[in-house]
């Protein structure tokens, strides 16, 4: 993680880069991603929308490898519709 902290957690700003090559470059609050983000997946597709106590939640714009768009709201890291 390369950021800013708050007691030792993840705060404000910050990149993770984990293991398997994803990344997500945003907003944190209290150690997780909260607020606006850009999950890049290893596969070559790129979420762009809102975390909160590390889930996607509310909009976002999906871009896939393959060039398709599609944006989507989730509800604690769950697809609940189109738009």
Request: glycine residues 22%.
């Amino acid at each position: 993680y390369d950021g800013e902290y708050t007691a030792g957690k993840p705060e404000g700003r910050g990149v993770v880069r984990f293991d398997d090559g994803d990344v997500y470059e945003g907003e944190w609050k209290a150690g997780k991603m909260e607020g606006r983000g850009i999950f890049r997946f290893a596969n070559g597709n790129v979420y762009d929308g809102e975390y909160k106590a590390g889930e996607m939640e509310g909009r976002g714009v999906e871009r896939y490898a393959n060039g398709a768009v599609a944006s989507r709201f989730y509800k604690q890291g769950a697809r609940v519709g189109e738009g």
